[in-house]
Nanobody, 124 residues
Framework: QVQLVESGGGAVQAGGSLRLSCAAS????????MAWIRQAPGKEREFVAA????????RYADSVKGRFTISRDNARNMVRLQMNSLKPEDTAVYYC?????????????????WGQGTQVTVSS
């Protein structure tokens, strides 16, 4: 099992940047594919980005490509999401998630463990 705690959310103006962090408990962090998934008010959850166990493979939603970067630090059991050029439509609760199933990095149903989420608000 792994427990996930997100941090780094907040309010920012359009065009600004934020960096989200996710701290994972446990000694088997490298077993997990890690992802960021978001949910805007009144909308379904949306895949944002994912990274494989060693960081060599990443995947992004089209809506964030070129603006967001996912990374991981296995020595510190951390995964991060650097968000640049933020837009009001990026406003959402951002969740960190973990999966041992690498069949499809963007398939949210494969993620077994979720954090509590951190709010990101982007004003125009």
């Amino acid at each position: 099992q792994v427990q996930l705690v997100e941090s780094g959310g907040g309010a920012v103006q359009a065009g600004g940047s934020l960096r989200l962090s996710c701290a994972a408990s446990g000694r088997t962090f490298t077993r997990y594919l890690m992802a960021w998934i978001r949910q805007a008010p009144g909308k379904e959850r949306e895949f944002v980005a994912a990274i494989d166990w060693n960081g060599y493979s990443t995947r992004y939603a089209d809506s964030v490509k070129g603006r967001f970067t996912i990374s991981r630090d296995n020595a510190r059991n951390m995964v991060r999401l650097q968000m640049n050029s933020l837009k009001p439509e990026d406003t959402a609760v951002y969740y960190c998630a973990a999966s041992t199933n690498v069949a499809n990095m963007a398939d949210m149903t494969l993620y077994d463990y979720w954090g509590q989420g951190t709010q990101v608000t982007v004003s125009s």
